[in-house]
């Protein structure tokens, strides 16, 4: 089975500071991997998505993350966070063949005005 | 609008009075699953569901029961409630295949006092 380790549980920022969320994963086989974001009392939107091919993916709201297969990592980066982004960063894993979604422990982000 | 409808998306309720929270999606997705939300834990699946009148166990399903019997459908039910299943609930769903990520209903808290 599969698992998913976000490292950093809170992150504080300064607005306009730069963002890197950790996400590291274990499985053996091919993936497909995600970034949701939970903001305040909302539920999961999904930020963006990894299937195959350009290991740098552009998702919604200036987020970015590379998928480095060596190091079997799926970063978030964002080069200048706004108040707007304080929320809760969720990795996720599912393997290639199968529909089962495994979730990190999220990173709880606040981002000071 | 596509979207997984949950309700309530408020509860609480005593220890041992049985349960049932509704999952309702309009996409025609074939997968549905439910999560729960836990500090620090992040999502863990419960139950999942691959299509009409096939569920499967989850990482937590422990006190909990699904069913599957129409394809928009998917409700959780606890009969016995106890106050450990305090916790926020999702549920999602998604088209078979190689996923484009979950859909996620807005998520019910449940308070098991």
């Known amino acids: 089975a599969q698992s998913v380790s976000q490292h950093n549980h809170h992150v504080i920022l300064s607005e306009a500071a730069s963002l890197e969320l950790g996400c590291n994963y274990s499985y053996g086989g091919t993936v497909n991997l995600f970034w949701y974001v939970q903001y305040p009392g909302q539920h999961l939107q999904l930020l963006l998505k990894y299937f195959s091919g350009d290991p740098l993916v552009k998702g919604i709201k200036g987020f970015e993350a590379e998928f480095i297969k060596s190091k079997f990592s799926f970063n978030l980066r964002k080069p200048s966070v706004q108040w707007s982004d304080t929320a809760e960063y969720f990795c996720?894993?599912?393997?290639?063949?199968?529909?089962?979604?495994?979730f990190g422990g999220g990173t709880r982000l606040m981002v000071k005005p | 609008e596509a979207q997984v409808t949950q309700n309530p998306r408020y509860l609480i309720t005593v220890t041992g009075k049985k349960l049932t929270v509704t999952c309702s999606q309009n996409?025609?997705?074939?997968?549905m699953s439910w999560y729960r939300q836990d500090p620090g834990l992040g999502l863990r699946q419960i139950y999942y569901s691959m299509n009409v009148e096939v569920t499967d166990k989850g990482d937590v399903p422990e006190g909990y029961k699904v069913s599957r019997k129409e394809k928009r459908n998917f409700p959780l039910i606890l009969e016995s409630p106890s106050p450990n299943q305090t916790s926020l609930y999702f549920c999602?769903?998604?088209?078979?295949?190689?996923?484009?990520?979950?859909?996620f209903g807005s998520g019910t808290r449940l308070t098991v006092v």
């Open positions: 999602a769903s998604s088209p078979p295949g190689r996923l484009d990520g979950y859909t």
């Open positions: 996409m025609n997705h074939e997968y």
């Open positions: 996720a894993v599912k393997p290639d063949a199968g529909n089962m979604l495994t």
